[in-house]
């Protein structure tokens, strides 16, 4: 556990450097684990599962992280940002290209999930009867899901549609927490407005990480908070 007290006392030190501000508020209260994510991602991923069914999931190794949200939200396009890698996941124009839960591995301590999208009629309602139970099952009983980050665009903010999976997360007390796609496609005077709204709509659910996450796979913003969020993670859990 980082402590505080491993930092230089504020007061003991304008005292000895007059004139001298120093900005110490941030690292006075959270350790940064911006560096511990750069490495993490900087490491060979590689993909090493596909599952259709939850009685065909691979062997638990480490943790889990998972990407979740509707069809077309960007969760492949993340994963390829987060990774470095162009194509690692496949990414589409059109809704329903991820079809199964793809597990893709970074040595024994870490596991993103690429997951199939929900809320996306058009590919038959069998084809969504069978991705929303294999959604939903994956999300209720893998033992090894540190956190689910659950995707929502930037344009539209979270949504009706969104609401069947926050509540299998909130039930089963697996912690998740929003990220915010697509921000290039945003003006920047509107995302203070864009942070408050999703973080009020989140405040009172049980399972949900206050936090709120910005980022876009385009230009990069906030990929960097990403990796750091999972390495805090690993870090928290032992890993
Ligand atoms: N402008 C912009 N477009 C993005 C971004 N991320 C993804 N896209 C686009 O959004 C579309 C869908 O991206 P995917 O990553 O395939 O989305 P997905 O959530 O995996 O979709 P499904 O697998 O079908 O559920 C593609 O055309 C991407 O190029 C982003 O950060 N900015
Ligand atoms: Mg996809």
Redesign the pocket.
Known sequence: MWKAHSLPDRAALTGVMPGVTLDVSVTETEPDFTEAGRKLFAGEWEFIWASSKVDNLPPMKGFEFALA?R????????VNALTGRKALAR???T????QQLNFFRIGDKATLV?M??YG?AAVGKQKVETWTRLIHDYLRGRQNLARVYV?IDARHGLKEVDEDILLTLDKAAVSYQIVL?????IKKADIPSLLERTSAAIIRRPAAFPKVLL????DGLGIEQMRASIARLLSERGA
């Open positions: 949200g069809s077309n939200v960007g969760k492949s396009s993340l990414t589409s124009h809704p329903g290209r991820t690429d199939p999208g996306f995707l796609t697509k921000a290039d496609e980022t876009s796979s385009r």
